[in-house]
């Protein structure tokens, strides 16, 4: 085995009240993928953070290229050749491409900044990537992926020999992720090392060498990729094999009434003429690639966006949604893709998050029946098995899968019979995962219908009865899940894209 | 973005806390006993500050200061700002009362137009804000603005005097405030106060203004008009500052255009002291009560001490500094 | 994905449209308007309000504000002139100190809110009372008029040749201030400091991560404003004949004011200085220029109010219109 470039030995590290890395061991060689798995709170982002120097370690040493190092900070990381592409995308929005590549070392010439040299030098990092982008444009202006390549382009242009990537895929579509493919095997070519973070373990199967796997702060051990099988890693990052089987035909009676018909939606360029029918204790898919206009449907039709046309049918009687207001009377709810933003109120406890929506219900008069409140958020907290201490605890305090049961009890106090799962299982856990579609599953066969908005292909397969396929702001298919596979799927949310 | 990962989960074990401490905050109790402290202090210091002459001056500045303070706790709960109460209680207080002395209204018409013209303002500063998105800061100042100009140009820029408690036809109205020394103010002050705390705590429009403080989308995805009751925050502040007007003229008898900025920081200072955050979310009326109390303790003990008002500028300035700070630390600390 | 701007939907064109309608409606209605001496004293009262919005142009750029700079230059100029007359202190001195003054504050508020994370609204307002409270401990105190030893600091302002009712008055201060916006226009275009005021104003978490010592850029913006500040003190006290203690609360608010007007986003992160010379011409114009048309000068409270809430309706109405099209 050649020599590692950067070993991390016996690191620790406590924050009060949590032992969040436990004598951690982790290394990376010259012209490897190693993958770093775990669980949320696993401590894999907290051991990147000692490496980079946003913490400091309480013991422990990190050798890089043969001595041993402690940073200060990611400027001192960076400049000796380790960078982190980050999950959360660290773009400056009002800054054009160019700028944001070269932000924090800028070329100068006297005072000032020397613009045209840095978009030279930007647009020679592109063609080593092969990457089309204009760096004078303004950094908001692009989609997504793209500004993922920038981050990619900047951690390059910092002579890196070191790129950890923190979940760079998800936020990416199937392709941009095989672009990302690319790239980090050109990079591997050149001898780079590099940590992948991520939760997919598909990609840890393709595109990573070697795996290690983090459980509780702690070190559990590594694996040639090659040489071992998903449920390996699966156990060592949970200790129980969990994953169920796709769903091969679905259970719900072909004449199930239509509790939701919608005709000819239209708003803004991501939502074009899109119309479909979602049926009593169907779980609905939406599959498509980032940016096709999932979100856009759902929260156009939620109200929570302007739409321009569109009818929508709540068990066959046409209604006006024009705010969510609107749709939660017709007894629709909507997760949000990004619960911190969208789904809960942080700073509160779970009583008062769960009873959001359904306020007037538990009114004395003027006043808020307390005591009413509390009875109804435990019993959901039994049913959901929410992992709380207390119904008074502030939701910041719980983890995202149970922040998720949160938003879940929200809408299912307000009795709303059709649910819109946008993203159901973003940033959970896989354990907490499994939980999540057990209870989706439980609650269509209990009459709810739901529709479901995922990038996940497995997930699609998994939970879906039918599957609808969008692609720029249009619905290009819809699939029976008997008779739905990966490849159709793919090939109709890709149709114009060629 | 999507969930990131929480690394350091787990509770902090707090210290164990008498249960009347937990119910009434930590933060209060600490802010309750510098207020006594302070007061002791100015008591051996100024020879003859202990007594209840000097309380009831005191209350004077405490019944006016505190419905602002009241008023803005509402707003500040939501995340946003106004700092143009103060002038707006002057121009309640002007144009209420012009119309009172020049234009031979009864007193009764003249404290309705004073609350209503507050009620007015915070609808306006409550639409601009919440229907048309506009940051609360510059409305507050553009309403500054209006606020001022408009009590100019209706009394062409003269003072107000209010009638005198002698005054046979309308100074029944300062019974409202002290009644045969008995003060009637504080009664009334602090059932608002209660009143306040009831409605923020109990009541549907206090839970919402509270969460919408703190995930403003969140709460609207939850089928909540959280225009309205934004707004509502504004028009409570604009209502309260209408009645802090009615309590400023009842104490001070004259009033003048142009003036009455001060005011806003005392009053944003009061409610930013007991504990109500300027990120939103959290708000406590019982604190906004002290940190009043204080503020107005602090003006009439420097002025006793001899020196001139303004010092109480500065010291009202470096506490709410270090108030402010404290939070702010705390905050980091959690997370 | 790039845009083409029409000329029509720069905030500073519609600006420089009301300027000139403004102009030219005064001159329509009013004689008195028309005179030179007219134009020169308004010139003589926009100075320190042009330059307190420059410097505040850059915390409002960072998404934050400085309450503190219109009874800051209030005190400074009390502070300075006390000197002056009772201590016999150079005038030069005292304008540097003035600026010092300035300088000071702004790092005090820089320190409040980039390093130890006070919330700028809160922040500002307390240096704004404590100024205020420090101003109001000091006896009003003429600066030396234009025929005084000293008084030559006039000049920078407003070069006077000859005497009595022939003088011919030239309103350098205006090239003076224009000088200024250009500096620093171009310093926030095309320096470290103006980049990073504006990413910080964009996403101050991603420039911490990249590296940069935000809390230094941070501090820096509130620094530049309180010198401008410092600035405006020794135009204010060129202007006015006694600078009242306690007073400047709400001057700051013109300044602010022009600063929105001129186009700078009410959410950080775009800006423009000379976007602010001309925001503060329009505040300028209403407050100095409205009794000229025979309207009561308080009419001007009311429709600056107006005027700046105008202005940043177009900013969100813009916006929408944008995310609309999205």
């Known amino acids: 085995m050649a020599d590692a470039i950067l070993t991390m030995e016996e690191i620790d590290k406590s924050f009060p009240g949590v032992h969040a890395l436990d004598h951690v061991h982790f290394d990376v060689q010259c012209g490897e993928v190693h993958a770093l798995m775990g ?16 913490y400091s370690k309480d013991s422990g040493t990190i050798t890089y290229e043969g001595k041993e190092v402690a940073f200060s900070n ?13 999950q959360e995308l660290n773009m400056v929005g009002d800054l054009t491409v160019a700028q944001n590549i070269f932000i924090g070392r800028e070329f100068m010439k006297g005072f000032t900044i020397d613009d045209k040299k840095m978009i030279e030098e930007s647009k020679k990092l592109f063609d080593e990537l092969k990457i089309d982008i204009n760096p004078r444009d303004k950094m908001s202006d692009l989609t997504v992926g793209k500004q993922q390549m920038c981050e990619i382009a900047k951690a390059i242009s910092h002579k890196a020999k070191v790129i950890i990537f923190d979940e760079p895929s998800a936020a990416l579509t199937e392709k941009e992720i095989e672009d990302l493919f690319t790239i980090i095997r050109d990079l591997r070519s050149k001898g780079l090392a590099i940590v992948y973070i991520s939760h997919r373990m598909d990609e840890i199967k393709v595109i990573t060498d070697r795996v290690t796997v983090m459980r509780d702060g702690g070190y559990v051990g590594t694996l040639i990729t090659k040489e071992c099988t998903k449920e390996d890693i699966i156990n060592m990052m949970v200790g129980r094999v969990i994953y169920e089987d796709p769903k091969t035909e679905s259970k719900v009676p072909k004449d199930a009434p239509v509790v939701l018909k919608v005709e000819h939606l239209n708003a803004g360029r991501m939502v074009q003429d899109v119309s479909f029918e979602l049926r009593k204790g169907e779980i609905l898919g939406f599959s498509g690639l980032m940016g096709a206009g999932r979100t856009e449907t759902a929260r156009a039709l939620f109200g929570a966006d302007p739409k321009t046309s569109g009818d929508i049918y709540v068990n066959g009687e046409k209604v006006t949604i024009n705010s969510p207001q609107d749709a939660v009377k017709h007894g629709i709810g909507y997760l949000s893709e990004d619960r911190k933003r969208y789904g809960i ?13 359904t306020l007037e219900k538990y009114m004395s008069g003027i006043f808020i029946n307390k005591s009413e409140e509390k009875k109804i958020t435990e019993k959901y ?6 992992k709380t201490p207390s119904s008074d605890q502030l939701v910041v305090n719980l983890s995202g899968g149970n922040q998720q049961k949160v938003v879940i009890a929200k809408w299912l106090v307000r009795d709303c019979d059709i649910l819109i799962f946008d993203e159901p299982t973003r940033g959970i856990d896989v354990g907490a995962k499994n939980e999540i579609y057990k209870l989706m599953n439980r609650l269509a066969a209990e009459g709810k219908s739901i529709i479901m908005i995922s990038s996940e292909m497995t997930e699609i397969l998994r939970m879906s009865d039918r599957i609808v396929i969008m692609c720029e702001g249009k619905k290009t298919g819809e699939l029976d899940i008997s008779e739905a596979t990966q490849e159709k799927i793919m090939s109709k949310a890709t149709r114009d894209i060629a | 973005m999507p969930g990131p990962e929480k690394e350091t989960e787990g509770n902090v074990e707090k210290i164990k806390q008498h249960p009347f401490v937990k119910k009434v905050g930590f933060n209060r109790v600490i802010l309750f006993c510098v207020m006594i402290l302070m007061y002791l202090a100015f008591a051996i210091m100024v020879p003859g500050f202990f007594g209840l002459a000097r309380i009831m001056s005191i209350m004077n500045y405490v019944y006016f200061l505190g419905f602002l303070s009241l008023g803005v706790t509402f707003v500040i709960a939501t995340g946003g700002i106004d700092f143009s109460i103060g002038p707006v209680m002057f121009c309640c207080g002007l144009i209420s009362g012009y119309t009172l002395v020049n234009k031979g209204a009864p007193v009764v018409a003249a404290l309705i137009i004073s ?13 601009l804000v919440s229907y048309w998105t506009i940051p609360p800061f510059i409305v507050s100042m553009a309403s500054m603005n209006i606020a001022k100009g408009i009590a100019a140009v209706y009394t062409k820029t003269q003072s107000v005097s209010w009638p005198l408690s002698n005054d046979p036809a309308g100074g029944w109205f300062r019974n409202l405030v002290s009644c045969n020394g008995f003060p009637v103010g504080l009664v009334i002050f602090l059932v608002a106060a209660f009143i306040c705390m009831i409605v923020l705590n109990n009541t549907k429009p206090g839970r919402y203004i509270l969460c919408l403080g703190s995930n403003r989308e969140a709460v609207r995805l939850s089928g909540v008009d959280t225009k309205k009751w934004e707004m509502l925050a504004y028009v409570i502040c604009g209502t309260l500052v209408g009645i802090a007007a009615i309590f400023f003229v009842g104490a001070y008898t004259t009033v003048q255009p142009g003036y009455g900025d001060q005011y806003n920081n005392e009053a944003i200072a009061g409610c930013v002291m007991g504990g109500t955050s300027m990120v939103g979310g959290l708000a406590s009326i019982g604190g906004t009560v002290i940190g009043v109390l204080i503020i107005s303790l602090l003006q009439e003990g420097i002025l006793a ?9 500065i010291v009202t300035g470096l506490i709410v500094i270090v108030v402010v700070y404290a939070d702010v630390m705390a905050r980091r600390r959690k997370n | 994905m790039t845009k083409k701007k029409s000329i029509l939907s720069d905030q500073r064109f519609i600006v420089l449209l009301v300027i000139v309608a403004l102009i030219v409606i005064y001159m329509i209605f009013s004689p008195e308007f028309r005179k030179y001496s007219s134009i020169l004293s308004m010139l003589d009262f926009s100075y320190y309000d042009i330059l307190m919005a420059i410097g505040v142009t850059f915390p409002l750029i960072t998404a934050g504000v400085d309450l503190s700079i219109g009874t800051g230059m209030v005190c400074y100029a009390l502070i300075a002139g006390k000197l002056i007359r009772d201590f016999n202190c150079p005038v030069v001195v005292a304008m540097l100190l003035c600026v010092l003054f300035g300088l000071i504050v702004g790092l005090a508020n820089g320190a409040l809110i980039g390093v130890m994370g006070l919330p700028p609204f809160l922040a500002t307002l307390c240096t704004c009372m404590i100024t205020r409270g420090i101003s109001s401990m000091v006896m009003a105190t003429p600066w030396p008029t234009t025929k005084q030893p000293g008084g030559w600091f006039h000049s920078i302002f407003k070069l006077t040749f000859g005497t009595g009712r022939n003088a011919l008055k030239i309103p350098i201060g205006f090239l003076v201030v224009v000088i200024l916006v250009l500096v620093m226009e171009f310093v926030l ?5 103006g980049r990073y005021t504006i990413a910080i104003g964009s996403n101050k978490e991603a420039v911490t991560l990249s590296g940069v010592n935000v809390k230094f850029y941070h501090v820096m913006a509130y620094a530049i404003c309180g010198v401008f500040a410092g600035l405006a003190a020794i135009a204010y006290a060129a202007v006015v004949p006694t600078v009242q203690p306690g007073t400047g609360a709400g001057l700051e608010l013109d300044a602010i004011g022009g600063v929105f007007v001129g186009g700078v986003s009410a959410t950080g992160g775009y800006g423009s200085v000379i976007g602010t010379l001309a925001g503060v011409f329009v505040i300028v114009l209403l407050k100095t220029g409205l009794p000229y048309v025979g309207l009561q000068a308080n009419w001007q409270q009311i429709i600056t109010g107006i005027v700046l809430i105008g202005a940043v309706m177009i900013d969100v109405a813009k916006r929408r219109r944008m995310a609309k099209e999205q």
Do not use: C, P, W
């Open chain 1, 39 to 54: 669980e949320n709170g696993a401590g894999k982002s907290t051991l990147m953070k000692v490496l980079t120097g946003i």
């Open chain 1, 74 to 86: 990611t400027r001192e990381a960076q400049e000796a050749g380790i960078v982190i592409v980050h």
């Open chain 1, 345 to 357: 109120v942080v700073q509160k406890t779970i009583t008062e998050n769960s009873t959001m929506a």
């Open chain 1, 381 to 386: 907290i039994k049913e959901l098995a929410t």
């Open chain 2, 115 to 127: 609350v209503l013209i507050g009620f007015l303002f915070g609808v306006f500063n409550g639409y």
């Open chain 2, 305 to 313: 001490l001899g020196f001139a008002k303004d010092i109480q500028l």
């Open chain 3, 189 to 193: 275009n095309h320096t470290k400091f």
